[in-house]
């Protein structure tokens, strides 16, 4: 799902600051999950598998259904990430709509795009806070995190090459908190499903300072790419977008375990930094190795 560091709120704080509304759609639920509407979804998802983006995918013997893991992956295209949806289908394909897996979801979502919140939920979006991930993993799920979040799934399409993580580490944390390993999740050509030339924020943010204006909404976007895809044209600003047509190939990778788990092994910031730059690192090898079987 789309989104982020998940330890950058709050290290495994048991109680939140506030109470979450009594819905199952909220995202601080396992229960919002319908497998009737996946099932409904699929025959769409399977249209644009098929024949819009001509998906193609390996490294499924990867995931072991037995064991429980945290699914890492790199995404593009905008918030439309169509990677990201098509990972999805592909799981239901290969294990079915019933199989317990989960997505972190940025916070934000739920505030400016509601619907488009309760839907993620039915699919299986839960909030990106430490709190969801260990119930889903205490619930024997396998969790789908997009650490890089807007700066991953809106880099230039200069850097489509390029993994970006944006330096967020709690999915390290958890991984060694909770014992289970890593799996990379990476993908070839939804880059072109929404070509991003520049992004603007760093120089908007100057802006709305100098000026002393608010973000819409209030809400700080991280990003604020120009990019090139429907239905702009020329768009400005994280918008959501219909992802043009491009080939995709997505490759599960083989699994990241790490020396030492636990607690103390999560609190241990050289380790967790250690821990990082090794799946940097391997997602880095793993894309270069992808980028040239598809030249």
Avoid at 21 to 27: E, F, H, I, K, Q
Avoid at 132 to 142: L, R, S, V
Avoid at 162 to 171: D, V
């Amino acid at each position: 799902m789309i989104d982020f560091d998940l330890l950058n709120l709050r290290d495994f704080i048991p109680n939140l600051d506030h109470d979450p509304l009594p819905s199952p759609y909220n995202g601080w639920s396992l229960k919002g999950k319908n497998p009737q509407k996946i099932q409904e979804l699929m025959p769409i998802w399977d249209f644009f598998y098929r024949y819009y983006f001509r998906v193609s995918s390996d490294g499924w013997q990867y995931i072991n259904p037995e064991q429980k893991a945290l699914l890492v992956g790199s995404h593009n295209g905008g918030l439309a990430s169509p990677d990201m949806v098509m990972m999805i289908y592909d799981w239901f394909r290969h294990f079915g709509v019933n199989y317990p897996v989960y997505g972190l979801m940025h916070p934000l979502i739920w505030e400016v795009y509601p619907e488009m919140a309760k839907m993620a939920v039915e699919v299986g979006a839960v909030i990106a806070h430490p709190k969801m991930a260990i119930a889903a993993f205490q619930d024997n799920a396998n969790v789908l995190v997009y650490p890089g979040g807007a700066q991953d799934v809106f880099r230039l399409h200069s850097e489509r090459n390029k993994i970006n993580l944006a330096k967020r580490k709690g999915f390290i944390k958890l991984a060694l908190r909770e014992n289970v390993p890593i799996i990379p999740v990476i993908s070839h050509g939804a880059h072109d499903t929404l070509i991003v030339l520049a992004d603007l924020y760093p120089q908007l943010k100057q802006l709305l300072k100098t000026f002393n204006l608010p973000w819409l909404f209030n809400k700080d976007p991280i990003v604020f790419p120009v990019y090139l895809g429907l239905p702009w044209g020329l768009g400005i600003g994280p918008l959501f977008n219909f992802p043009l047509p491009a080939k995709i190939h997505l490759r599960i990778c083989p699994p990241i375990a790490f020396e030492k788990y636990g607690r103390k092994a999560a609190c241990d910031k050289n380790y967790v930094n250690n821990c990082y730059q090794l799946v940097e690192t391997k997602m880095q090898q793993e894309l270069d190795q992808l980028v040239t079987e598809m030249e």
